[in-house]
T-cell receptor, first 118, second 114 residues
Framework: AQTVTQSQPEMSVQEAETVTLSCTYDTSENNYYLFWYKQPPSRQMILVIRQEAYKQQNATENRFSVNFQKAAKSFSLKISDSQLGDTAMYFCAFMKHARVQGAQKLVFGQGTRLTINP | DGGITQSPKYLFRKEGQNVTLSCEQNLNHDAMYWYRQDPGQGLRLIYYSQIVNDFQKGDIAEGYSVSREKKESFPLTVTSAQKNPTAFYLC?????????????FGPGTRLTVT
């Protein structure tokens, strides 16, 4: 079974600073996907960024980037130039690669509560 | 607008009563999911469904039941057998993309049982 661990329950930074959220996972799979989801106070889950395990290049979406270390099973999220609207819970999640069409389960970490201070 | 709707946003029930949470999607997605979220924990999968009239247990299915009679709808019933039903419940749906499923989430229902 896959497990996802986020070791930082809470983090707090000043606006405009850069912050890195940590995530490690355990799997015996070789092909899989990793995701970071954001859950603001509205509690709506929003996909921030995803990484395919077969890609060596780290994914980037505007101010959000990841550091994917497959051998170390590490998948950290870096938020640059942090903004007040980045305040949220952030969840790291794992999904196995689907060999055939069918529902694929997401396995979530415990979450990191990030607060951006003005 | 396409999306996933969950109703109601807040639900209150007395202990011992069954309660059904609604989830509807108009995205034409094949697969649908139910997750439970507790404070300090990530989301945990309750049930999922790949197609109409088919569903599978997730990691914490005990005390819950589902049905999938229509592609658009995947209601979750929290039965009196569920020992700790108070939680935030999220519904999601997904469609086969290039090689993976991206899951889209509804706004959630907060269930309080007293």
């Amino acid at each position: 079974a896959q497990t996802v661990t986020q070791s930082q329950p809470e983090m707090s930074v000043q606006e405009a600073e850069t912050v890195t959220l940590s995530c490690t996972y355990d799997t015996s799979e070789n092909n899989y996907y990793l995701f970071w989801y954001k859950q603001p106070p509205s509690r709506q889950m929003i996909l921030v960024i995803r990484q395919e395990a077969y890609k060596q290049q780290n994914a980037t979406e505007n101010r959000f980037s990841v550091n994917f270390q497959k051998a170390a099973k590490s998948f950290s999220l870096k938020i640059s130039d942090s903004q007040l609207g980045d305040t949220a819970m952030y969840f790291c999640a794992f999904m196995k690669h689907a060999r055939v069409q069918g529902a694929q389960k997401l396995v979530f970490g415990q979450g990191t509560r990030l607060t951006i201070n003005p | 607008d396409g999306g996933i709707t969950q109703s109601p946003k807040y639900l209150f029930r007395k202990e011992g009563q069954n309660v059904t949470l609604s989830c509807e999607q108009n995205l034409n997605h094949d697969a649908m999911y139910w997750y439970r979220q507790d404070p300090g924990q990530g989301l945990r999968l309750i049930y999922y469904s790949q197609i109409v009239n088919d569903f599978q247990k997730g990691d914490i299915a005990e005390g819950y039941s589902v049905s999938r009679e229509k592609k658009e709808s995947f209601p979750l019933t929290v039965t009196s057998a569920q020992k700790n039903p108070t939680a935030f419940y999220l519904c999601a749906s997904s469609i086969w993309g290039a090689s993976f499923y991206e899951q889209y989430f509804g706004p959630g229902t907060r269930l309080t049982v007293t």
